[in-house]
């Protein structure tokens, strides 16, 4: 691996790492602190994408794929107030939201690249976030996948409630995602400003 990969790696696992920990600490009724974290991924991901290319971003994918099913192990060892801090479902829903929405994130930021400059990281990670969204939630809390994990009660999460708390009913595992899906997009705009600054900061090396 070069070095930009290598410092790629890092990051990445570092995302990682800090969103399995922060994802343990709630902000209100609909997000955890790991909300605020996790979408960077896509960031460190488009970076390597555009210095790289989308070889090596897959790499660094991986790197993050593996880290993630280590700290879901972990976490399935620690027990809190209501189990395993991990559940299987959550293991199972991260670790195929992570590898599809970010190798899907490097596949349309390719297909961009000769784009206008923000149109690769913006398209490709707001794709990506609904994926990693859609996919996480439904495997992790809906009552339809709880044959993944018959012994997890996900009841609360699917009882019906206005949306956000203000919308339509819903089952309320809807609403968190919704929120989620909210800062993912928020924090997608904030990561050009670090993306431009780091490609001006290459280019001008």
Do not use: H
């Not at 994802?23 to 896509?42: D, E, I, R, S």
């Not at 924090?187 to 780091?198: K, N, T």
Request: proline share 4%.
């Amino acid at each position: 691996m070069t070095r930009t990969q290598i410092n790629g790696a890092l990051a990445m696992a570092f995302v990682v790492v800090l969103s399995n920990y922060l994802v343990q600490k709630y902000l209100g009724n609909y997000l955890t602190y790991g909300a605020f974290t996790y979408p960077f991924a896509f960031l460190v991901t488009d970076l390597m994408n555009r210095l790289e290319g989308p070889k090596a971003a897959r790499k660094i994918v991986f790197v993050g794929f593996v880290i993630g099913i280590i700290c879901s192990l972990i976490g399935s060892q620690i027990m809190g107030e209501y189990g395993p801090l991990v559940s299987l479902r959550v293991a199972i829903g991260s670790g195929i939201a992570f590898l599809t929405a970010q190798l899907l994130d490097v596949f349309v930021f390719n297909r961009l690249r000769n784009r206008a400059w923000w149109k690769p990281p913006v398209f490709s990670s707001v794709i990506g976030s609904s994926i990693d969204t859609l996919i996480f939630f439904f495997v992790a809390f809906s009552a339809q996948m709880i044959f993944l994990e018959p012994a997890n009660d996900v009841g609360f999460f699917n009882e019906s409630a206005p949306l956000l708390g203000v919308g339509m009913i819903a089952p309320f595992w809807i609403s968190m995602a919704v929120a989620d899906y909210l800062v993912k997009l928020v924090i997608a705009m904030i990561a050009l400003v670090p993306y431009r600054q780091a490609i001006k900061n290459i280019e001008t090396a």
